[in-house]
């Protein structure tokens, strides 16, 4: 059945390519990636923007969640219907399925100018098939997975009706008392910047259009991971040379990617709401970024800005994120209610309204949307690709690679065939903790827990015997007994301790990161017993655990990781798999010594050796080293490197350096290691870190190979932002620092930089 055509509509559907909308098809048409021109799409925005009237131009630039939208008739539905009926919805977040989105898109084309919706949700770390949570991720320093494992999201969410995912989170992140630090790359600018690249080009593809991708979303901008005190919506206050040097790049490595949305953050940065900083979205995002996406606000962040007392009413909020750069409004509904008086009245710019719906507009030509507006929403295309086996696969080596050894004493992993396996501890059967926080669909069943991976792999000639002994939280000791009798009567212990999966996440700091309950004290009874014990720690975050890093045989940090959490685990237990992560944050020794980061000053009145701490910058209670330092992470063999050369000892600005090694696998087992690149800039203008990753490689070496691994210098990687702002080399002498961790390098050089 065709569209009844109104003289508007039928101008529209002139306009917009080819054929006419269909409003309620029962076979989506799956066309391949749009190739209109720009030009060719701009001037058909022009046209479709003088058909809107003002309230449908702001209806645009307004994004309602939809949880309530499908199923049983309620208010709620019947007004959020009538409204994009009305053309006064531009997208919809929280609508899932192939079925829901067509349900709901059908309605938007019963509009007097049928625009499609934009589907919007959160597949921040997959969406039926869940993949380890993105701090895990980051922990693979692998690129290519990661790339990988944000296809693969993309592929089902776009399969499942959905155009737009609110990922990646690209803040950095160096206090874990913040919640959210499970849904970044961990605490450095480079990595961060190389991470947030993939993600966006693993969600996205090369260009927007085709039917297995959906848009990326960068967010949060900006700082929002240096919330004061780790505390989820809280101020920020830095330097200007902290924000550009630290906290920016790798939002612009997103914009670089192509990444066709940005979201600003709860915070305020310096005294003013991220939502309303202009700039943050115009001078820098819009105007120095020459940024042509289009910038949605937080859940409700533009009303935000009355209680913040940065804004009066909900009107005045709505004109300073508007002039500020924010295009689209999330659930605040300022936009929807206020916006058309104020441009009335002269307070709001037409222009900035038109500039707003025009970038919107954009994002659904290239998508294809006005070529089909169903053309996600593929009943056939959802089933065959939600059922496809290859999605475990990617998730299951994913959450291999994300598995960090922080510790093997005697060589106690991997497991060499034990006749008994005690298997203890309150996460050894969870299934719902290993998916994590932010997760789609939750369907436990899916979900492989610890004790299925180990049981299975396990085979006839190993028992696993398995005791709870405690929960996560609470001071419950009652299950010690049972657990210590339990591990006496096995080979090796196997311990599983960490978070519940809503510990951390959104809205879930804490200001106490020990391990929680009285699971230490659990881990101390099973160590009584003198039989091995290994330590699988699950958490979205950083956690304290000193008692077990100092007394168990071996730990492995394994955080939420996903669908095939308990097989990637076992695969590593038994050897299977060569763990070859490494942190991508510090982990403290005590909460005092939070923000803590591997980039540290060296002061004015350093220590230089230890137990020397009388008038230096340390602590009287504590070392300044952290418990397991960023870039830290072990394998079942060793990594020799060798043979550091620079190709010239001196560069210029218009040169570059060449420096190589060698590293060979000195072990018994073929394994993975990350060389790890660090400068520092001895004497500057201002005051630098000690260390700064500037590159990495990520090696596959076979027992007794040798591979070459050759990095270039150039300016870029010795320049900083100086007091100016100014983005700067300046000459003098660099330290070169090449090693498997950042407190263990293995190799040094110098190099000059000449004026």
Not at 18 to 28: L, S
Not at 329 to 356: C, F, P
Not at 648 to 666: E, F, G, I, M, S
């Amino acid at each position: 059945m065709r569209l009844p055509r109104s003289s508007s509509a039928l101008l529209l559907s002139l306009l917009l390519t080819a054929g006419p909308f269909a409003a309620a098809q029962t076979k989506a048409k799956v066309k391949a990636t749009p190739t209109a021109s720009a030009a060719d799409i701009e001037q058909r925005i022009s046209t479709l923007l003088g058909q809107l009237t003002l309230e449908e131009k702001i209806g645009q630039l307004t994004q309602y969640s939809g949880r309530q939208l499908t199923g049983p008739a309620s208010s709620r539905k019947t007004e959020l219907l009538a409204s994009i009926r009305a053309g006064a919805v531009g997208s919809m977040l929280n609508v899932q399925g192939a079925a829901g989105t067509r349900e709901v898109q059908a309605e938007a084309m019963k509009a007097r100018v049928p625009i499609p919706l934009l589907f919007g949700l959160d597949v921040i770390h997959g969406y039926q098939t869940v993949f380890p949570i993105p701090l895990a991720e980051a922990a693979s320093w692998d690129l290519v997975a990661i790339r990988e494992s944000a296809h693969v999201a993309a592929r089902e969410a776009a399969a499942a009706g959905q155009h737009w995912t609110f990922a990646p989170m690209v803040d950095v992140g160096r206090d874990p008392r913040w919640g959210r630090v499970m849904e970044g790359a961990g605490e450095d600018t480079y990595l961060g910047a190389q991470i947030a690249r993939a993600r966006v080009l693993g969600f996205q593809g090369e260009k927007l259009g085709g039917t297995d991708a959906i848009m990326a979303c960068a967010k949060h901008f900006a700082a929002y991971g240096a919330a004061t005190a780790g505390r989820d919506y809280n101020a920020v206050d830095m330097s200007e040379q902290q924000l550009w040097e630290t906290y920016l790049p790798p939002f612009k490595a997103a914009v670089e990617a192509g990444a066709a949305t940005f979201m600003n953050s709860f915070n305020t940065l310096n005294g003013v709401p991220a939502t309303g900083n202009r700039y943050l979205q115009r001078d820098i995002l819009k105007g120095q970024w020459n940024y042509q996406g289009f910038v949605v606000s937080d859940w409700g962040s533009i009303g935000e800005m009355v209680p913040w007392g940065y804004a009066t009413t909900p009107a005045d909020a709505a004109q300073k994120a508007l002039a500020a750069g924010s295009d689209m409004d999330m659930e605040s509904d300022a936009y929807r209610n206020t916006l058309a008086q104020s441009v009335k009245d002269g307070k709001a710019d037409i222009a900035m309204v038109d500039d707003a719906v025009r970038r919107i507009l954009r994002k659904k030509f290239e998508l294809g949307l006005f070529d089909d507006p169903y053309r996600f929403s593929d009943l056939k295309r959802e089933k065959k690709v939600l059922n496809d086996p290859q999605h475990r696969v990617a998730a299951r080596q994913m959450a291999r690679k994300s598995v960090v050894l922080l510790k093997n004493d005697q060589n106690t992993l991997p497991l060499a065939a034990p006749r008994k396996i005690a298997l203890i501890g309150p996460l050894a059967k969870a299934r719902r903790d290993l998916a994590g926080s932010w997760v789609v669909i939750a369907d436990t069943s899916q979900i492989t827990s610890v004790y299925d991976g180990l049981t299975r792999r396990a085979g006839k000639n190993t028992q696993v015997l398995y005791a709870k002994g405690c929960e996560v939280m609470g001071d419950s000791r009652a299950g010690f007994a049972q657990a210590v009798e339990t591990a006496r009567a096995a080979d090796v212990v196997v311990l599983t301790v960490g978070e519940t999966w809503d510990m951390s996440g959104e809205a879930k700091s804490r200001t106490d990161i020990q391990l929680p309950g009285v699971q230490q004290e659990l881990f101390q009874a099973l160590k009584a017993t003198g039989k091995p014990v290994v330590v699988i720690l699950m958490a979205g975050r950083p956690l304290i655990f000193n008692t077990i890093a100092d007394q168990a045989d071996a730990i492995v940090y394994g955080w939420w990781p996903g669908s095939e959490g308990g097989h990637a685990l076992a695969d590593v237990l038994f050897g299977d798999y060569n763990p070859s992560g490494k942190l991508p944050s510090t982990f403290p020794r005590a909460v005092g010594q939070i923000p803590l980061s591997y980039q540290q000053y060296n002061t004015g009145r350093p220590v230089t050796k230890p137990g020397d701490i009388r008038y230096k910058s340390a602590y009287i209670d504590a070392p300044n080293t952290p418990r397991y330092a960023f870039g830290h992470g072990l394998s079942y063999t060793s990594f020799k490197y060798a043979n550091l050369r620079l190709s010239q000892p001196t560069l210029t600005t218009a040169q570059t350096v060449q420096v190589q090694l060698t590293v060979t696998n000195t072990g018994q087992v073929a394994g993975e290691e990350v060389v790890q690149l660090y400068v520092h800039d001895v004497v500057a203008s201002l005051a630098r870190p000690l260390k700064e990753l500037k590159d990495f490689r990520k090696l596959s070496l076979r027992p007794g190979e040798t591979q070459t691994v050759t990095f270039t210098i150039d300016q870029s990687k010795l320049a900083f932002y100086n007091q100016k702002l100014e983005w700067a080399a300046e000459p003098g002498e660099f330290q070169l620092l090449l090693g498997s961790a950042s407190d263990d390098i293995r190799l040094a050089s110098s190099l000059t930089l000449l004026p």
